[in-house]
C-alpha cells in the first residue's frame, strides 16, 4: 500500500470461515491517513480492473472495510484497531506481517 499504511497484517481464513479468505488489516494515524489509504487502495485496484462489492465506513474513516469477496480489508485509525482488535478475534487464522523483517 503505497499510501505508508502501517503495521500491515495478513490473516488467512481459509480453513476458518466462509466469509473471505484472507482479511487484510492496517492502520492509519488519522482519519485522514485512513480515507488516503482506503482511495489509494481502491484507486490500484480500478486500474487492475477489480471493483469491490462493497465499501463501508469511508465518510468517517475510523474504519474503512472494503470488500473484494475473496479479500476484505479492514483500514482502521489505529485507537479504532486497538479498540476491535480484529488479530485477537482471529487469533487461530494464520497471520503475515507485511513488510518487517
Not at 479492514?74 to 506481517?97: G, K, M, N, Q
Request: hydrophobic share 40%; aromatic share 8%.
Amino acid at each position: 500500500m503505497d499510501k505508508k499504511a502501517k503495521d500491515v497484517l495478513i490473516l488467512g481464513l481459509k480453513n476458518l470461515t466462509i466469509i473471505a479468505d484472507y482479511f487484510v488489516i492496517c492502520s492509519g494515524e488519522s482519519t485522514t491517513h485512513v480515507r488516503a489509504v482506503a482511495e489509494g487502495v481502491e484507486e490500484r485496484a480500478t486500474r487492475a480492473g477489480i471493483k469491490p462489492l462493497g465499501t463501508e465506513g469511508l465518510p468517517y474513516s475510523h474504519w474503512v472495510l472494503i470488500d473484494y469477496g475473496d479479500v476484505i480489508i479492514h483500514i482502521f485509525e489505529e485507537e479504532t484497531r486497538a479498540f476491535y482488535d480484529l488479530e485477537r478475534l482471529w487469533v487461530d487464522a494464520e497471520s503475515i506481517r507485511v513488510g518487517e523483517e
